[in-house]
């Protein structure tokens, strides 16, 4: 095969003047590195038509391409077997059409940008919580945030898309109307249908001014009764539309002692969100840190930018669950606790999210791949081994299988376990992702007549 500057030079020659392209020792960091791709070319495209150039080119020379925006998702499957990265941040274009409340976005566009600029024009847009990840990387299966409680999953504030097949054609304008079994698909399994370059969602005025309330409490080291005792409360409390929580196992610096920290979010005022948080914000609860904070639209995901960070190793594995079964999250602290005594796995973390789910049950099941037994979790969760040294895989892959085995387990139902799509481990089947044998066998025959080669099999191997 012919090396990196070869394709370089014969790429050049098909795409628009002053493309960027870099050879493998300048790729792109991922957030976890343990599987990330060691390409012959990075390429950064500056038009959808590149990105169609670029297919087409890979597809002539027998290698292949990969895309990427934010770059966090975890479990590239075939890594090992990517030449080209197309790097999507170059199409970070963001254009809002206040007249009728809708954002269109390029592919590369990330989250931070997206809520930056629609708070500018005091709307807010269904997105993810994390503010480097890519908008469509959520999207595309399923997408949850902040606001889901309001305005359903990111799916569901679609409207339409351009995409790059396979072959390397750039289909324009697809939605719901044009083709309604690719956009059953794409709402759910995007990524496993091309490379989306663009897309246009639904946006809505801001309530409250965008102004909202979090809550960060830390209970350092605490006791396997008080932690039992916090898990209940958060699990008691019934979830509005202005609701969602995150809670997380961490070592915190300079202690590095572990440490379960609590962060209810509200859309409202201080005093709504005291009144619908009660019971966890119960005085007898003794934090060690307990700081609220209003924050304006911009700022809603601004806690989150310490675990978003990138590099490192994260093979990290999801879970849906059903509740927050306090024997099995006992034995989950006392793993996790263990876990990160080994030296370079201090950073490892458990996340649990919970978010209202009565507007995404609104939308009919068969609507999307993403089914109501999806869209109903009542928690979801997320094991992290967060390391460098390779020589810890083992131990953090073993890790992180007892815990996910823990949830399915003791934490759902075990005939029928759930996941997130967009946090799945390597070898979750796809009826757990996709809910069932009957919508796996309908999104595998749409795969065949759009990607029969499996081309983008990256995320899913949809075969």
């Known amino acids: 095969m012919e090396g990196g500057e070869f394709h370089s030079s014969e790429l050049r020659q098909r795409l628009l003047e002053g493309t960027k392209i870099v050879g493998g020792e300048e790729k792109v960091i991922r957030y976890d590195e343990s599987s990330a791709p060691n390409p012959l070319l990075t390429v950064f495209p500056r038009s959808e038509n590149d990105v169609a150039e670029i297919v087409k080119y890979c597809r002539e020379k027998g290698l292949q391409c990969f895309a990427q925006s934010g770059g966090h998702n975890w479990r590239v499957r075939n890594h090992k077997q990517i030449d080209v990265v197309i790097c999507m941040r170059t199409l970070n274009n963001i254009s809002i059409d206040e007249s009728t409340q809708t954002v269109t976005l390029g592919g590369g566009t990330i989250i931070g940008e997206l809520v930056e600029a629609v708070t500018a024009k005091k709307l807010e847009v269904a997105t993810g919580v994390c503010n480097t990840v890519g908008v469509l990387g959520t999207l595309l299966h399923g997408g949850t945030g902040r606001y889901t409680g309001k305005y359903g999953l990111g799916i569901d504030n679609l409207l339409s898309i351009n995409i790059v097949d396979a072959s390397g054609k750039l289909h324009q304008n697809i939605n719901r109307a044009t083709d309604p079994e690719l956009w059953w698909a794409i709402c759910g399994a995007g990524s496993s249908f091309g490379i989306v370059t663009q897309a246009t969602i639904k946006a809505y005025p801001q309530s409250n001014d965008g102004l909202s309330w979090n809550c960060t409490m830390i209970f350092t080291d605490p006791s396997a009764p008080e932690l039992e005792r916090i898990l209940e409360a958060i699990a008691k409390t019934p979830m509005d539309e202005n609701m969602s929580l995150q809670c997380s196992f961490a070592r915190l610096p300079p202690t590095g002692f572990p440490s379960l920290i609590v962060m209810p979010w509200y859309y409202g005022s201080e005093s709504e969100a005291e009144k619908?948080?009660?019971?966890?914000?119960d005085p007898s609860f003794k934090p060690f840190v307990k700081n609220a904070v209003i924050l304006p639209g911009n700022k809603v995901n601004e806690g989150n930018d310490a675990i978003c960070t990138m590099g490192g190793r994260k093979p990290g594995v999801g879970m849906g669950i059903e509740r927050l079964d306090l024997a099995a999250f006992l034995e989950v602290w006392s793993l996790w606790a263990e876990f990160t005594k080994i030296e370079g796995a201090e950073g490892s973390a458990?996340?649990?999210e919970r978010f209202s789910k009565a507007k995404s049950l609104s939308i009919p099941d068969s609507a999307t791949v993403f089914p109501h037994s999806h869209r109903g979790i009542a928690y979801e969760v997320v094991c992290f081994p967060i390391y460098k040294n390779e020589t810890l895989?083992?131990?953090?892959?073993t890790f992180s299988q007892r815990i996910r085995d823990i949830w399915v387990q003791k934490c759902g139902n075990p005939e029928t376990p759930r996941c997130y799509g967009a946090c799945a481990g390597?070898?979750?089947?796809?009826?757990?992702?996709?809910?069932?044998?009957?919508?796996?066998?309908?999104?595998?025959?749409i795969k065949r007549r759009w990607d029969s080669e499996n081309y983008w099999g990256a995320l899913f191997d949809i075969v």
């Not at 619908?276 to 914000?281: A, H, Q």
């Open 276 to 281: 619908v948080w009660g019971r966890v914000l």
């Open 426 to 445: 390597f070898d979750e089947p796809l009826e757990n992702m996709f809910g069932g044998k009957e919508r796996v066998q309908k999104l595998i025959e």
């Open 393 to 397: 895989d083992i131990k953090a892959g």
């Open 350 to 352: 458990i996340l649990i």
